[in-house]
């Protein structure tokens, strides 16, 4: 018996020193894995809804129709699907852009913005963005869109997706489909979703409530609806998912990761739309 228990030894010792090099390994890997605001979708992990003074927040102003004002604590603005029609008196550090017609993009913008990003191909590659300006940074996720003759624009449009303060927000522009598997790992983890709900110019409300259920986020930001029959209709069908909803009068929220709500909520901010 003792010489059986000495046999075993050996595959023992061999185990636990593979367990130990695996762990030391992971500890190495850890530190560059906490630099990554986004995570995938699956490992998203509710939170309170709570007033909170431990993390930094954002400030989100809807502008109108599908221009949204992100700002950072360290003072960057960010303004979505900018056309010059809709923005803050003095030009923001860094603009995107949408092709789907003129009042999601211009070809002239304000010369003095600093970082304008097309999200549209121009040539024979696709759009690609990644900006870092202090704490935010700004990428982006090209997709198809309909063209006016009821064909297709490849590269027409982009997901922007900005992080900062742990936090990461996508504004989906002008898509007019569904996302695959692939795109949806690209996304990873979508905390904050700016979202169309016209109900036919871009996606029919219930493809934009699927599109929604595909990619989990804790809030839910309208656009782009028009009317307040369409915004109603999206916000019934919401309701249907289990999403809380709450009817703003006020253009301009923070939130922070303490902030999140535990409940998926959408916030209907006032606003040309």
Same mark, same amino acid.
């Given at each position: 018996?003792?010489?059986?228990?000495?046999?075993? &030894?050996?595959?023992?010792?061999?185990?636990?020193?593979?367990?130990?090099?695996?762990?030391?390994?992971?500890?190495?890997?850890?530190?560059?894995?906490?630099?990554?605001?986004?995570?995938?979708?699956?490992?998203?992990?509710?939170?309170?809804?709570?007033?909170?003074?431990?993390?930094?927040?954002?400030?989100?102003?809807?502008?109108?129709?599908?221009?949204?004002?992100?700002?950072?604590?360290?003072?960057?603005?960010?303004?979505?699907?900018?056309?010059?029609?809709?923005?803050?008196?003095?030009?923001?550090?860094?603009?995107?852009?949408?092709?789907?017609?003129?009042?999601?993009?211009?070809?002239?913008?304000?010369?003095?913005?600093?970082?304008?990003?097309?999200?549209?191909?121009?040539?024979?590659?696709?759009?690609?963005?990644?900006?870092?300006?202090?704490?935010?940074?700004?990428?982006?996720?090209?997709?198809?869109?309909?063209?006016?003759?009821?064909?297709?624009?490849?590269?027409?449009?982009?997901?922007?997706?900005? &992080?900062?303060?742990?936090?990461?927000?996508?504004?989906?522009?002008?898509?007019?489909?569904?996302?695959?598997?692939?795109?949806?790992?690209?996304?990873?983890?979508?905390?904050?979703?700016?979202?169309?709900?016209?109900?036919?110019?871009?996606?029919?409300?219930?493809?934009?409530?699927?599109?929604?259920?595909?990619?989990?986020?804790?809030?839910?930001?309208?656009?782009?609806?028009?009317?307040?029959?369409?915004?109603?209709?999206?916000?019934?069908?919401?309701? &249907?998912?289990?999403?809380?909803? &709450?009817?703003?009068?006020?253009?301009?929220?923070?939130?922070?990761?303490?902030?999140?709500?535990?409940?998926?909520?959408?916030?209907?901010?006032?606003?040309?739309?």
């Amino acid at each position: 018996m003792a010489g059986a228990s000495l046999v075993g &030894e050996g595959p023992a010792r061999v185990l636990r020193g593979a367990i130990a090099l695996a762990f030391a390994l992971l500890a190495l890997l850890l530190p560059n894995l906490a630099k990554a605001a986004c995570t995938p979708v699956a490992s998203l992990k509710p939170h309170l809804w709570r007033a909170s003074t431990a993390d930094p927040s954002l400030a989100i102003t809807f502008l109108g129709h599908a221009s949204f004002m992100i700002e950072t604590p360290a003072g960057v603005r960010a303004v979505t699907d900018y056309s010059g029609q809709f923005g803050p008196a003095e030009p923001p550090d860094i603009v995107t852009m949408n092709r789907a017609h003129g009042m999601h993009h211009t070809l002239s913008p304000d010369p003095r913005i600093p970082h304008p990003l097309r999200g549209w191909q121009d040539g024979a590659d696709p759009p690609r963005h990644n900006l870092l300006l202090r704490d935010m940074r700004v990428t982006n996720l090209p997709t198809n869109i309909r063209d006016f003759g009821g064909g297709t624009m490849v590269n027409g449009n982009s997901v922007f997706i900005f &992080e900062s303060a742990g936090l990461c927000i996508a504004h989906l522009g002008h898509l007019h489909h569904l996302l695959l598997p692939a795109d949806l790992d690209a996304l990873g983890r979508i905390d904050v979703l700016m979202i169309m709900v016209d109900g036919g110019y871009s996606l029919g409300h219930r493809d934009a409530v699927s599109l929604i259920e595909q990619i989990h986020p804790r809030l839910v930001l309208p656009m782009h609806y028009f009317s307040e029959y369409n915004l109603a209709r999206f916000l019934s069908l919401m309701r &249907e998912q289990n999403y809380a909803i &709450e009817l703003s009068d006020k253009r301009t929220i923070e939130v922070s990761r303490s902030t999140l709500p535990i409940q998926p909520t959408v916030i209907a901010l006032p606003g040309p739309h």
